[in-house]
Nanobody
């Protein structure tokens, strides 16, 4: 319970699109919030987008209007559609699931996204 596995990373040219998917081993509604984070080499891990069990979403300013997070409760997946990609979007993208009571964080192993200029 709580295993998260990312897929969909790869190499894309600037302006292109990629869709990342995170598959949970159990019911994703057991997580209070799920999200995507990214970490570029030598930098800290930053929030990209989150989706709460209520369905509400939140995005980093740098990706607003370009990225869309969505959830498929039947498939227990959380996807991140990334459009108009920029070289600065290059990073390893991690799926995250949070439970509030008790407070537990689950992380996937990450998937690499490389955007060439």
């Amino acid at each position: 319970q709580g295993q998260l596995v990312e897929s969909g990373g790869g190499l894309v040219q600037a302006g292109g699109s990629l869709r990342l998917s995170c598959a949970a081993s159990g019911n994703i509604l057991s997580f209070n919030v799920m999200g995507w984070y990214r970490q570029a080499p030598g930098k800290q891990r930053d929030l990209v987008a989150t989706i709460f069990s209520s369905g509400s979403t939140n995005y980093a300013d740098s990706v607003k209007g370009r990225f869309t997070i969505s959830r498929d409760n039947a498939k227990n997946t959380v996807d991140l559609q990334m459009n108009s990609l920029k070289p600065e979007d290059t990073a390893t993208y991690y799926c995250n699931g949070k439970r509030w009571v008790p407070s537990i964080d689950y992380w996937g192993k990450g998937t690499l996204v490389t955007v060439s200029s």
